[in-house]
C-alpha cells in the first residue's frame, strides 16, 4: 500500500495551537482555546470529503466515513484529544524537524540546557534515519495527544483518496478535550458514534498496545486540628498542617508510592495539599490494575490517618474516595477480537507489537464503560509532559497504516 502521508504538515501545524488544558476550570472544555484546533479539524474534514463532519458546543469533533461494501460489518472509531497537559506550557510551541537522524544528542535551540541525550532516552538509537520532531525548549511538543489527531486525519484522508479500493464499514472519527484533566469524554455522546468498538491512538513508541489500564480513585482526606493562639498554645494547639505532613510522612515509600514503582504495581499519591492551622487538606490519587485493590489502598490510608490524629486528642480527619475511572480490560477481555485486529493489523505492517499496560488512564478506558471496548494504540509519543517530548514522523506513519489495515481486517473478519 503505497501512500502520499500527511500526518508531518498535520502535526507541525496542530502543535503551534494552544490547547492547553485548564485544571482549575469547572467549564467543559476547560479552555476555550481547545475549540481553535476542533474548528480547524472540522474545516479540513469536510475540505477532504467527510461532509458530516462536525463540533459542538464542548469541542468534541464526530465525523464518518460511510462504509462502501454492501455486507454488514462493525462499524470502528479512532479517538484522540486536542487538549495537551498542563504540566508544562503549550503555548507559542515551535517544533523543530531533525531529517535524518544520525544517532547525536538533541540540543534545543531555546533553552541550550535542554539536552536529549541517547544515554537518557537510549529509544533515540533505535531512530536512526528517522525524522524527528521536538519543542524549541521552553514548551512541551504536544505530541500528547496532536500525534494520534494527526494520524487519525491522515487516515481519514487516505480512506477517502482511496475511494472502494479501500474496502471498510463505517469509519468515525473523534477528538475530545479535557483528557489530560480526566474530564475527555464526560460529554461524549455515544449515540453519534456507529461503531461497536474503536481504539484511541495515545500510546507511545512503535508497536505499543495497551489493553489495561489503571483502575483509579481519588481521594480527599481533610485533617481537623485545634486552633489556639501560637504565643498561649503550649497544651493547646493541635496543627492540622503538622498532623497532615505526619500523615503523608507515614506512607511507604519502598512501595505503594509512584517513585518507586513501575509494571503492574499500584500507589497512593498525595498529589496536593492546602490548608493551615486549624484545616489542611491532602488530595490523593489511588492507583491499581486489579479494581479490588483500591479499597485495600484506601483502607491503608485510612488506617494512616487514624494511628496519626490518634495522638491528638481534639483533632479529627475525614477520607472522602471517588470513583474516577476504570480498568478497561475488564470490558475489552470479553471482546477478544478487538485486541487480535488490531495486533495483526501490525504484523501487516511490519511492526512487532509490544504489548504494555497503561500506568494511567485513558479516554477509553471511560468509553469501554460506556459501551464502546477501546484499546489503545501506539502513536509516536515519547518524553510526554516534558520539554524534551519528541515523536518520529515515520512511527506515526506506521499507526496511519495500521489504522488502514484494521479497516480492512474488520471486513475480512
Known amino acids: 500500500m503505497k501512500l502520499n502521508h500527511t500526518i508531518k504538515e498535520r502535526f507541525l501545524k496542530y502543535v503551534q495551537i494552544d490547547t492547553e488544558a485548564d485544571p482549575f476550570s469547572s467549564t467543559i472544555p476547560s479552555s476555550e482555546k481547545q475549540k481553535d484546533l476542533s474548528a480547524i479539524l472540522v474545516e479540513e474534514l469536510k475540505a477532504m470529503g467527510v461532509e458530516n463532519a462536525f463540533t459542538n458546543e464542548y469541542g468534541y469533533v464526530y465525523a464518518t466515513i460511510p462504509s462502501n461494501i454492501d455486507k454488514e460489518v462493525d462499524g470502528i472509531f479512532f479517538c484522540s484529544h486536542v487538549d495537551t497537559a498542563p504540566d508544562v506550557t503549550g503555548k507559542n510551541v515551535k517544533p523543530i524537524v531533525h531529517e535524518n537522524y ?191 485493590g483500591l479499597a485495600v489502598k484506601a483502607d491503608l490510608l485510612r488506617k494512616i490517618a487514624e494511628n496519626a490524629v490518634a495522638n491528638y486528642p481534639g483533632s479529627k480527619f475525614d477520607l472522602e474516595v471517588k470513583e474516577q475511572y476504570r480498568n478497561m480490560h475488564d470490558v475489552v477481555a470479553k471482546n477478544p477480537h478487538i485486541s487480535d485486529l488490531a495486533l495483526e493489523a501490525m504484523k501487516r505492517v511490519g511492526v512487532t507489537p509490544n504489548e504494555v499496560p497503561i500506568r494511567g488512564g485513558t479516554d477509553g478506558a471511560v468509553l469501554s464503560f460506556k459501551g464502546l471496548p477501546c484499546p489503545n494504540l501506539f502513536a509516536g509519543q515519547q518524553a510526554i509532559h516534558s520539554r524534551h517530548e519528541w515523536t518520529s514522523v515515520q512511527d506515526m506513519e506506521k499507526a496511519t497504516q495500521t489504522i488502514l489495515h484494521i479497516v480492512q481486517l474488520n471486513t475480512e473478519r
Open 102 to 292: 544520525q544517532g547525536n544528542d538533541i540540543v534545543l535551540p531555546d533553552d541550550t540546557s535542554q539536552v536529549l541525550t541517547t544515554e537518557r532516552y537510549p529509544k533515540l538509537l533505535t531512530k536512526i534515519g528517522h525524522d524527528l520532531i521536538t519543542a524549541s525548549g521552553l514548551t512541551l511538543l504536544g505530541s500528547d495527544d496532536k500525534s494520534g489527531v494527526a494520524i487519525i486525519m491522515d487516515a481519514m484522508h487516505q480512506l477517502v483518496q482511496a475511494g472502494d479500493s479501500i474496502k471498510h464499514g463505517d469509519v468515525t472519527a473523534l477528538f475530545t478535550t479535557d483528557e489530560e484533566i480526566g474530564r475527555g469524554v464526560v460529554k461524549v455522546d455515544t449515540d453519534l458514534i456507529p461503531a461497536s468498538f474503536g481504539y484511541t491512538l495515545d500510546g507511545g513508541g512503535l508497536g505499543a498496545f495497551s489493553n489495561q489500564n489503571f483502575s483509579a480513585d481519588g481521594a480527599v482526606l481533610t485533617v481537623t486540628g485545634v486552633s489556639a493562639h501560637p504565643g498561649y498554645a503550649k497544651g493547646k494547639m493541635q496543627h492540622a498542617m503538622k498532623i497532615a505532613a505526619e500523615i503523608i510522612a507515614a506512607l511507604p515509600k519502598e512501595e505503594l508510592s509512584p517513585e518507586t514503582t513501575s509494571g503492574m504495581e499500584g500507589f497512593i499519591h498525595p498529589s496536593h495539599i492546602e490548608g493551615g492551622l486549624e484545616t489542611t487538606t491532602i488530595k490523593f490519587i489511588i492507583r491499581d490494575f486489579d479494581t479490588a
